[in-house]
């Protein structure tokens, strides 16, 4: 394949100017140029994906003095109010601070459907803040494919804070962990199980756990809570040996605990860069997402490929009759793959 050169003219999508203006507009820290570039990373078209490794590859390396802030919970967890309080605290602390909340995907149309820009609004509206509802697209997870680029494009524009919200469905929380420097939980009080029956695996990954709504009636019940995952954290296996994972009791709605929760950050990111695990992290990560891009490359290729699709209806065929088994399918789909790009130059 031939490299992808800079065109002088607009060309990647309605109204996109051409990538090296683009790349310039983002690192001025251009709104505007930073939502169009995220467009384009999110694009499925296979020139705009071109375009847009080559805008990002002019934008690397990354901002290693930046915060990734991973934040996942129950529903009604109260994640995007949580978010709005703390974004704005940072903020009134000197920091700008962007958002990537992904949104669960319309069938139809295949947009976001929560919509938490809405639910931002004072955090959205503030100059010093950039809100980005991102559809998941029906990603396993609950993390849009294109999520890692869009956060990469977020700190080039000079945001030094960014903080993903994940859908909060089944794999969102391993998904969101493999991102970020820190992964934070929310969690409601306890109304009966004290432990909401969360699984252990989940209290393994996150490095703060918060238990929100501890205001009014409710507060009672969220300072016994925090103190129950405080005991039952002394059964999990911490992550690494440089932090023990803190369990605090927040209010969003009255700001109970925010400062707790930012202090909680910077000690969890002082204690790991005085390791070199923060750091060692994002290399770990990066390299998941080069085998997962790898996957998902080889797996459009394969869906696209001629011998695949003149094959795969009397196979799927067998499968669904059960006259064979999957694994023997997908090998014969495999081999006849491999037989037809040996054929192409």
């Not at 995907?105 to 959205?124: P, Q, V, W």
């Not at 490929?305 to 209806?313: D, E, G, I, N």
Request: contains cysteine; neutral net charge.
């Amino acid at each position: 394949m031939p490299a992808f050169t800079v065109s002088p003219r607009p060309c990647y999508a309605a109204g996109m100017m051409d990538i090296e203006t683009l790349s310039l507009g983002v690192k001025a820290g251009e709104r505007r140029a930073l939502a169009r570039a995220i467009t384009l990373v999110e694009s499925g078209r296979a020139d705009h994906r071109l375009a847009a490794e080559a805008m990002i590859n002019t934008l690397l390396p990354g901002r290693p003095e930046t915060i990734r802030i991973g934040i996942s919970g129950v529903p009604g967890a109260g994640k995007s109010t949580f978010i709005e309080a703390f974004g704005l605290s940072l903020i009134e602390k000197g920091h700008r601070v962007a958002v990537l909340a992904i949104d669960p995907s319309s069938r139809r149309g295949g947009g976001s459907i929560l919509g938490d820009k809405t639910r931002m609004s004072d955090l959205a509206r503030h100059e010093q803040a950039y809100v980005r509802p991102t559809p998941s697209g029906g990603t396993l997870g609950g993390v849009a494919r294109r999520t890692r680029e869009a956060m990469l494009l977020c700190e080039a524009a000079g945001f030094d804070t960014v903080i993903i919200e994940t859908v909060g469905v089944g794999q969102s929380e391993g998904a969101v962990a493999d991102l970020t420097d820190m992964f934070l939980l929310l969690l409601l009080p306890a109304g009966g199980d004290e432990l909401q029956g969360i699984k252990r695996g989940v209290m393994e990954l996150a490095d703060l756990i918060l238990v929100n709504k501890a205001d009014g009636d409710l507060e009672a019940a969220a300072l016994r809570t925090a103190l129950d995952y405080r005991n039952a954290l002394h059964l999990v296996r911490a992550k690494t040996t440089a932090w023990q994972t803190p369990v605090l009791a927040v209010s969003a709605l009255n700001g109970k605990g925010i400062d707790e929760a930012w202090a909680m950050v910077e000690k969890h990111r002082q204690a790991l860069d005085a390791v070199g695990e923060r750091l060692r992290r994002r290399g770990e990560q990066a390299r998941a997402a080069l085998w997962t891009e790898l996957g998902e490359g080889l797996l459009d290729r394969l869906r696209a490929s001629p011998a695949v699709k003149a094959l795969l209806p009397e196979i799927e065929g067998r499968v669904m009759a059960g006259r064979e088994v999957p694994a023997t399918a997908a090998r014969a789909l495999l081999a006849g793959f491999l037989a037809g790009q040996s054929g192409e130059p």
